[in-house]
């Protein structure tokens, strides 16, 4: 062969100029058989597609492998060679495979969770119940913190998927929207604003102390872009459930997630005032670091929130 006709096989890369795996485990079936119809049946693929098959691996390497009779089909000298190399390469490939899954086992035997406090505390204890039905052998752990905690937890790999409330994802994040919820002005039934005719005005709203949460939550950034950052805490607190709290012993007024409240609501032991003029809606967010999907059981408890 000249040196000109053996570049013509040399030419594109290594997947091109070697057999697929598919390819390859037929000419093993061929060689331990001895039949091209039974290493076909073995396979579950038709008998021409397994002489197709053997034809265009010939064709790739450029030399005879299968010698076909009415008696059956013998390996050439060269199909002999080749199929021990084949071997060599599925045994690779098996290995390949093999450690492959050990990465996703080790992967989907854990979950760690971050999520903002109100979605920590009045959605996520659902949707990780089903999860659990339909992963039992995962261990989840679960990080709850404001919006900006989940963020750096993301970002520093300290968790696989977080969710948080807020106007926009933040950044260095990727983010789907799984719900919306409002935000309710709230007071003890004694207060003065309980007994208030009219809607607050926005105006008001922004000159009177408040029992909030802290900077950095989606609750508090929510709030202050709707006061134009002239909110006055009274009190700020790290949690819905101890502003909440504040708020039932009449330590003023507070504002909260409607999800939050709806039994104190329901028990009278906090009355809504509506206020005007002021939009308190925001969209519930599951995130995880700018281009990298979740999969596993992340990707399971992403799909559960949107079910």
């Given amino acids: 062969m000249t040196q000109a006709a053996e570049g013509q096989f040399r030419v594109g890369t290594l997947a091109h100029r070697v057999p697929d795996l598919g390819a390859l485990e037929l000419l093993l079936a061929v060689a331990r058989l001895g039949s091209l119809g039974a290493a076909a049946r073995e396979l579950g693929i038709t008998q021409p597609a397994a002489s197709s098959r053997i034809r265009s691996m010939e064709r790739q390497l450029g030399v005879a492998l299968v010698d076909r009779s009415p008696r059956g089909s013998r390996l050439t000298d060269a199909g002999a060679l080749v199929t021990d190399w084949a071997r060599r390469i599925v045994e690779a490939a098996e290995a390949f495979d093999a ?73 260095g994040l990727d983010s789907v929207v799984i719900a919306h919820d409002n935000l309710i002005v709230v007071t003890a039934p004694g207060h003065a604003w309980s007994r208030r005719r009219r809607p607050l005005e926005a105006s008001e709203l922004a000159v009177t102390p408040l029992i909030l949460r802290e900077k950095g939550s989606g609750t508090r950034q929510v709030l202050d872009a709707a006061l134009g950052g002239l909110a006055r805490p009274l009190i700020e607190l790290s949690s819905t459930t101890a502003v909440k709290a504040a708020a039932v012993s009449g330590a003023g007024p507070a504002v909260l997630s409607e999800l939050a409240v709806g039994e104190e609501l329901a028990m009278r032991r906090l009355v809504s005032i509506p206020v005007a003029d002021v939009s308190l809606a925001r969209d519930l967010r599951a995130v995880w670091p700018t281009g990298h999907r979740p999969v596993g059981p992340a990707r399971d408890l992403l799909s559960l929130t949107r079910g």
């Fill in 99 to 171: 450690g492959a899954q050990a990465l996703r086992d080790r992967r989907d035997s854990r979950l760690r969770v971050a999520a903002s406090m109100t979605i920590a505390e009045y959605l996520l204890p659902g949707w990780l119940l089903a999860l659990r039905a339909q992963r039992p052998d995962t261990a989840v752990s679960l990080l709850a913190g404001n919006s900006a905690a989940v963020a750096e937890r993301l970002l520093a790999d300290e968790a696989d998927l977080g969710f948080v409330e807020g106007l926009t994802a933040p950044t």
